[in-house]
Structures are given as C-alpha cells and as structure tokens.
Nanobody, 125 residues
Framework: VQLQASGGGLVQVGGSLRLSCTAT????????MAWFRQRRGKEREFVAH????????YYGDGVGGRLTISRDNGKNTLYLQIDNVKFEDAARYYC???????????????????WGQGTLVTVSS
C-alpha cells in the first residue's frame, strides 16, 4: 500500500488543522491505521489508531483530546483533526499501515510496514 500524507502547514496557536492520508494499492478498508509524529529532536511517537471500520479509536498519552482520528473508506483516506493547536503539536506527522489485516490495536512503529512521507505542522504564536 502507498500512503500520501498532506494537510500540514503553518497554523497559529488555537487554530485547527486537518491532516489527510490517501492510500492506494492494498485494500485500505481492511486495515487498521495509525498516525505517528516526530517532534524536532525527539523520537517518533504514537498519536492515534483507528480500526478498519472506523468505529474504534485509541490515542496516545498526552494527546489531550484535541486530536481526532477518523477515516473515510469510500475515499481511501485517513484523517487527523487537530483542534486548539498548541506549540507542542509542531511535528512531522506520519500515517502508517500494517502489513496484515489482523483486527488489533497497534501503537508501536515496528508494527507498521507502510509509511507515508510525512507532513509537517509548524505552529506560530
């Protein structure tokens, strides 16, 4: 599966942003998907996971309820909505897909086989 992330850019503190990740190739609708992010000077960290149906979500520690993962299987697209943006949200955001369709919640980067190129979110005051 090929993943193409988009939607990053410059956003002010308190603003909102929606990231998208479009999948091609393998059947997107069969795969649980996730978002990770990597802040400057930090290791990549888990942000959120969504099951293949879009009905079950799981968020990483410290996400704080301002980030919402969702998907549209008809459009082969994964989303991450970021509301009330904070400086700590500045990072490169990556979407990820596993190599199998097992219906499990995955939170570690080694559990994912396919990665998008990342989309950069920059936060200004």
């Amino acid at each position: 599966v090929q993943l193409q992330a988009s939607g990053g850019g410059l956003v002010q503190v308190g603003g909102s942003l929606r990231l998208s990740c479009t999948a091609t190739g393998r059947a997107f609708s069969n795969l649980g998907m996730a978002w990770f992010r990597q802040r400057r000077g930090k290791e990549r960290e888990f942000v959120a996971h969504i099951d293949y149906t879009g009905t079950s979500t799981y968020y990483g520690d410290g996400v704080g309820g301002r980030l919402t993962i969702s998907r549209d299987n008809g459009k082969n697209t994964l989303y991450l909505q970021i509301d009330n943006v904070k400086f700590e949200d500045a990072a490169r955001y990556y979407c990820a897909a596993p190599g199998d369709t097992a219906p499990v919640t995955r939170i570690h980067d080694y559990e994912f086989e396919y990665w998008g190129q990342g989309t950069l979110v920059t936060v200004s005051s």
